[in-house]
């Protein structure tokens, strides 16, 4: 019966996962645009991009601590319910204020989600966490790329108000499947005391950890400066793109991150610090060729195989990483504080990006592959934890009898 239940919380999960990215390739593509389309500069839209992430930095480590109290269960809606708001909201404002506030509720949403996700497959089945992870998330970013794909046509048919309604009617229909079909396996510790302010930001998490937090910061810095408002802009302004080929591209940029992630997980057998390190350093690379690329072919080329050999591989390692050295008590807690460093990561890159874009539209591709290819060198002294088996046996010996 167990398993049975198990079987429906990870598939509602998943499935409610698959609407949410669907809705995240819609956004990511329209939102810049649509900051384009009222005339806010590179520089402003850095700013915009920069106060989200550090909103988010702030309130997702309060809501996914609380999570270890209240349960997982409503944290991770409340992540929906707020990419929702923020969907709705974007077409009915203009003011560079509140489209600040909007993206901070989309940033927000996907923190939430994210620093709580490996949280739950991992408490579901810790055993096949690699697997099942890697392919929960291919699946979502699998989805992600459908939306980017069809975004321009949406926008050629609806519309930026019907495009962004139309997300967040997604975001409403994933809340209800994950809200009806998930039960969690572990008990909210109410009986333990909430945690005042200086101990819930504190960087009090074990040393491996922090090792993962500084290398979560960096990466975050090299993606945030090319990942942002800038990755479709730069193919438009460029190499002259429209929409409809930006879209294509991201779509199939976000494809060839989905497809490898759903077969990686199983790989995950040998020295997870070697496989992070040396995906990282590719990735890098890859990033900065792209803005060196003499055109638009070139470019594009290079720049989808900065996910096949790059984050398909760091993803499902790094989150093994994570869900080994968490505390079993503070799993939330200690996982969203490392999800919480990339946030504060985030802060910097589109700062950079709206300054370095001033001197050439390539400057941030550049400058963000050499922050990602240094990214992996703090994690070169960590250890490596046992193989999944091992992490297995141990489960079933500490279980009641």
């Not at 008990?187 to 950890?209: H, K, M, N, Q, V």
């Not at 072919?297 to 968490?326: K, R």
């Amino acid at each position: 019966m167990r398993g049975r239940s198990t079987g429906r919380s990870l598939a509602s999960l998943i499935v409610a996962s698959a609407i949410f990215g669907l809705s995240v390739g819609i956004y990511d593509i329209l939102f810049p645009y649509y900051l384009d389309d009222m005339g806010v500069a590179f520089e402003g839209m850095g700013i915009i991009f920069s106060f989200a992430a550090l909103a988010t930095a702030i309130a997702s480590v309060y809501i996914a601590g609380a999570s270890d109290l209240r349960g997982r269960k409503w944290s991770y809606s409340s992540g929906i319910v707020l990419g929702s708001l923020s969907s709705s909201m974007v077409p009915l404002v203009r003011a560079v204020p509140l489209l600040s506030v909007a993206k901070a509720l989309r940033e927000a949403a996907t923190r939430f989600r994210e620093s709580l996700h490996g949280v739950l497959i991992f408490e579901s089945a810790r055993w096949r966490f690699a697997d099942f992870f890697a392919k929960a998330r291919g699946l979502e970013y699998l989805s992600e790329g459908s939306g980017q794909l069809v975004a321009a046509l949406l926008l050629a048919g609806v519309g930026f108000m019907g495009s962004f309604q139309l997300v967040a009617l997604f975001l409403l229909a994933s809340l209800t499947i994950f809200h009806l079909g998930f039960r969690e396996t572990r008990e909210p510790d109410g009986a333990r005391r909430r945690t005042g302010l200086r101990e819930t930001y504190s960087l009090d998490i074990p040393g491996p950890l922090k090792l993962v937090a500084i290398s979560s910061f960096l990466f975050a810095v090299g993606l945030s400066t090319s990942h942002s408002f800038i990755m479709p802009l730069f193919f438009s302004k460029k190499f002259g793109a429209s929409v409809g080929q930006v879209s294509l591209i991201l779509g199939l940029h976000r494809l060839s991150l989905a497809l490898p992630l759903l077969f990686s997980g199983t790989l995950m057998r040998r020295s997870l610090r070697k496989t992070i390190v040396l995906s990282m350093l590719y990735e890098g690379a890859a990033i900065s060729a792209t803005g060196l690329a003499p055109g638009l072919l070139a470019s594009t080329a290079v720049w989808l195989t900065h996910d096949i050999f790059g984050a398909s591989l760091w993803i499902p390692a790094q989150a093994i990483l994570i869900q080994h050295y968490a505390r079993e008590g503070f799993r939330g807690r200690d996982a969203s504080k490392v999800a919480a460093m990339g946030a504060l990561g985030s802060i910097f890159g589109p700062v950079i990006a709206g300054w370095s874009s001033s001197v050439s539209v390539s400057m941030p591709f550049i400058l963000s592959g050499v922050v990602i290819a240094a990214s992996g060198i703090p994690l070169l002294p960590l250890r490596e934890p046992p193989p999944p088996h091992a992490e297995r046996d141990r489960f079933f010996e500490r279980a009641p009898q």
